[in-house]
């Protein structure tokens, strides 16, 4: 029967990359973009007097030399630098319960904010407010709450060190550490399963090792579309010849092959470089049982090569110097059942025997990892598997080898170094009273997920955000939405309109601020603001366009604001830090004692690394790096069981988190859509379903809290994945995992391993309802 045309689907079969890269960006710019003024910021990403691309937080060799292309760099900047204006007559023009029937794209689309606003309960309509006014009026809310820990304060990581750091700092003095954070949707697992393993919660690589590796393992994340300059280091890697490993349940072509923008001969010729030799379509959920038979095969072969008299495939004087547990990982092994393993993972054991192999031949390995991995019920075990395999062979701190976990937003990383973080320890608490005089207690505070129930048991009044889109971001809006239109209190620093800021609280504030394209001069003079990217590397930001409007205030100033007008009794020079950002970052220095030398060290070109102990092979407060077992195997195993399917959700090649730049998603052959579910041959045809058809999707979260989440309307689309996994798009598919399914360990929702039910749709409209 010949395949039905689906519109909007199409095989893409060329690399990533190349002429259609050059051809979106062109489209992006277009679309958004006054040539000249605005187009001349493209030209000041990442360079040495330029600004730090808000796109990812992959590191930049080029901060010291020339321009590097990315497209989703350019969309990304092209997006903040956009010449529409979302102003106070596009406001008074429009209500926000008219606004709430917009799609997320259209309402970022309509570009910058350029006013403070306030919500007009009677108008149903944010109006201007100056900045004063608002000021007070958030502060008079805040000093109301009877416990300050009735409070929550977001943030997304675009925001600076700078800016973090004020940021926590007001907080505190406050008097809470409820700090949900976008990292607690994203690399938690990362933070949280690291400093158990190795000591440290961050990357042990840096740029350099990758010219150095023999082997690289990607797990779990798609560069292609989420960190396309990455494509570039492993276009070197591949082009040396090195080994590149993918595990991943999808085929994405950034990791098959790539057509470089930046190398004419490729261009002209249209011939790509092969990334991943080999590709593992591992089943969602199903790593922890390939890293297990990874290591199984390793520590078998090593007692078979022991006992023939070698000296072991397993690195055994790195082992007793530096690691503990072994013993009981081992025996875990040994417990764990090669059936066992090729179930759950849904590779043969000739697949994992080869990739144990290959890994067992290589000197210096990396890996790779993205959400792929942290995303789970199981995300702090996932992590820690992976760290186990590169302990066996003595893979963390030494050159070219090492973990390299890719953060998502661009200081994501550097938000939580400077003190955004729900767990304080003594030393920060010493540290600040040491600086600033005064105290503030050590008991946790919320995370994101912990906020967001606080909110909607009612338990929270007032949810302050810098930045990001909390509400569209977080699991199961259904439940969570309409307890934030009950708050006393929301605050939206953010650069442009988005949902969040439609879910309007009893007093509602729009703040706008200036984006990391923009020149930002405080009293001092030009500033320019810090961030750390994947491999802790930081350095200077400096934007060079004229603000988006004349009354946009720097995230700092809008913290100093806020503070001021919240603790009347401050011990905070608010006002003085704010006129000279190197005064902030002499402030962090005193606090965070790594930034030695802070403002001497940043601006040297290419800024400074913070230091890893595990890159040194110091174990820090572990003493010396642990194997970590974890009990089991799969994610879930009762999904087969059950005729249920395990749902990933990911992120398209058009779009920034939340941010929904277009429709297209260019390497999995979509276009102009994204109601769609991509599916397994065999799955749909057990389900009596065709390529094309409309579907329902319900989710069946074991221990959830019995309600039944459906989504509706959707359209199934025959795609390259294993059996028994299914993939669709965030934030459309958030609605199906509940705010109670995550990691207990991070709490890191576990949006990369939903059990669904599908089934063919009733439905005849095209709605998600
Ligand atoms: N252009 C652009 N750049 C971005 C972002 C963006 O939205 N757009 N977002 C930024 C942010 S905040 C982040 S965190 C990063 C995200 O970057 P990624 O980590 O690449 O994010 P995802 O799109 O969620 O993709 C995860 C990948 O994991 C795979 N996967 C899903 N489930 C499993 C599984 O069970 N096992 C394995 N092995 N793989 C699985 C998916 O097929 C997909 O390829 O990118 C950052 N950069
Ligand atoms: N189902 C599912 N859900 C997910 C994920 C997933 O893979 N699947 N991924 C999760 C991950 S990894 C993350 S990080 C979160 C992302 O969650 P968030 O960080 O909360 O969301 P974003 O979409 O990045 O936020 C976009 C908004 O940030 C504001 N903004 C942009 N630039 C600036 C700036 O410079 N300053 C300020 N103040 N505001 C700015 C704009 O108003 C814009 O609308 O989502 C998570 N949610
Ligand atoms: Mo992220």
Redesign the pocket.
């Known amino acids: 029967m010949a395949e039905r045309k689906v519109p909007g689907i199409d095989e893409y079969d060329g690399a990533a990359g190349g002429w259609g890269a050059l051809a979106a960006v062109a489209r992006a710019v277009k679309g958004q973009m006054a040539v000249g003024r605005e187009t001349a910021a493209l030209r000041r990403v990442n360079q040495p007097a330029g600004f730090d691309c808000p796109?990812?937080a992959w590191p930049d060799p080029r901060h010291t030399s020339s321009f590097e292309f990315c497209e989703?760099g350019a969309?990304?900047v092209s997006w903040e630098a956009t010449g529409k204006r979302a102003t106070p007559e596009f406001f008074s023009d429009h209500t926000v319960s008219e606004l709430w029937e917009w799609s997320d794209h259209a309402l970022e689309d309509e570009g910058r904010l350029t006013h403070p606003m306030a919500y007009d309960a009677v108008s149903d309509r944010y109006v201007p407010i100056s900045w004063e006014d608002a000021f007070a009026r958030i502060g008079e809310a805040l000093r109301a709450l009877p416990d300050p820990d009735m409070a929550e304060f977001y943030t997304s990581?675009r925001t600076s060190n700078e800016a973090a750091f004020l940021y926590q700092l007001m907080v505190r003095e406050y008097g809470t550490n409820n700090f949900p954070d976008?990292s607690n949707m994203?690399?938690e697992a990362t933070s949280v399963g690291l400093p158990e393993s190795i000591g440290v919660g961050k990357g042990t690589v840096t740029l350099e090792d990758f010219e150095h590796c023999d082997a690289l393992f990607s797990?779990?994340?798609?560069?292609g579309?989420?960190?396309p300059r990455m494509l570039g280091t492993l276009r070197e890697v591949s082009r040396r010849g090195v080994p590149i490993v993918a595990?991943?349940?999808?085929r994405?072509r950034g990791l098959e092959r790539f057509t470089s923008p930046q190398d004419p001969a490729e261009m002209l010729t249209n011939r790509a470089t092969p990334i991943a030799q080999t590709y593992y379509q591992?089943r969602?959920?199903?790593?922890i049982a390939l890293l297990k038979g990874m290591m199984k095969w390793l520590v078998d072969a090593d007692a078979d090569d022991l006992a023939a008299g070698g000296t072991g495939v397993l690195d055994h004087a790195f082992i007793a110097e530096h690691t503990q547990g072994l013993e009981a990982l081992r025996e875990d092994l040994a417990h764990t059942s090669w059936d066992d393993i090729v179930e759950q993972s849904g590779l043969s054991r000739d697949d994992i025997t080869a990739a144990a192999q290959l890994y067992a031949h290589a000197e210096r390995v990396i890996i790779c990892y993205?959400?792929?991995?942290t995303q789970?019920r199981r995300g702090t075990q996932n992590v820690q598997q992976m760290a186990n395999l590169l302990l066996l062979r003595g893979n963390i701190g030494r050159k070219g080898a090492g973990i390299a976990p890719?953060?998502?937003?661009s200081n994501?990383q550097g938000d939580r170094t400077v003190g955004i973080t729900e767990k304080p320890t003594q030393a920060l608490v010493d540290a600040i009273k040491r600086r600033f005089g005064f105290a503030f207690p050590l008991t946790h505070g919320h995370d994101a997920v912990e906020a967001v129930r606080a909110i909607r048991d009612g338990r929270s009044r007032a949810l302050v955000c810098m930045g990001g889109n909390l509400a569209v971001a977080m699991p199961d809006p259904d439940t969570t939405l309409p307890a934030m239109r009950n708050l006393d209190l929301g605050v939206h620093i953010a650069t442009k309109l988005n949902r969040s800021h439609l879910i309007t609280a009893k007093q509602m504030f729009l703040l706008p601020c200036l984006g990391r394209t923009e020149r930002d001069v405080q009293a001092g003079g030009l500033q320019s603001v810090t961030v750390e990217d994947s491999m802790s590397m930081v350095h200077a930001s400096q934007g060079g366009l004229a603000p988006a409007s004349e009354h946009l205030l720097s995230e700092p100033a809008i913290v100093a604001g806020m503070a001021r007008a919240t603790l009347p009794q401050t011990k905070v020079d608010w006002n003085w830090l704010v006129e000279d950002y190197d005064r902030i970052r002499d402030a962090i220095e005193a606090v965070f004692p790594m930034f030695g030398d802070y403002n001497a060290r940043v601006r040297r070109p290419g800024g400074f690394r913070l230091y890893i102990g595990a890159s040194e092979r110091d174990w820090g407060a572990v003493g010396k790096a642990r194997f970590l077992v974890a009990p089991g195997l799969g994610e879930d195993p009762s999904t087969r069981a059950h005729d249920l399917l395990t749902l990933?959700?990911?992120?398209s090649h058009d779009?920034?988190?939340t941010t929904i730049y277009g429709f297209d998603d260019r390497y999995r052959g979509v276009s102009g859509r994204r109601d769609v579910v991509f599916m397994n041959a065999e799955d749909l045809e057990a389900r009596g379903l065709q390529h094309g058809d409309r579907i329902d999707i319900v989710s069946h979260v074991p221990g959830g809290d019995g309600t039944a989440r459906h989504v509706h309307g959707f359209t199934a689309v025959k795609y390259d994945l294993p059996r028994g996994s299914a993939?669709m798009y965030?934030p459309e598919g958030n609605r199906l995992v509940p705010l109670d399914s995550h990691d207990p360990r991070s709490g890191t929702p576990a949006y990369?391993?939903i059990p669904v039910r599908i089934t063919k749709s009733h439905d005849a409209g095209g709605h998600v309802d």
Request: overall charge positive.
């Open positions: 796109g990812c989703n969309k990304a990581g976008c994203c690399h797990f779990g994340h798609n560069p579309t989420n960190h595990v991943n349940p999808l994405e591992v969602i959920g199903g790593d993205g959400m792929g991995m789970h890719i953060r998502g937003h994501v990933t959700t990911v992120r779009q920034y988190n993939a965030y990369k391993s």
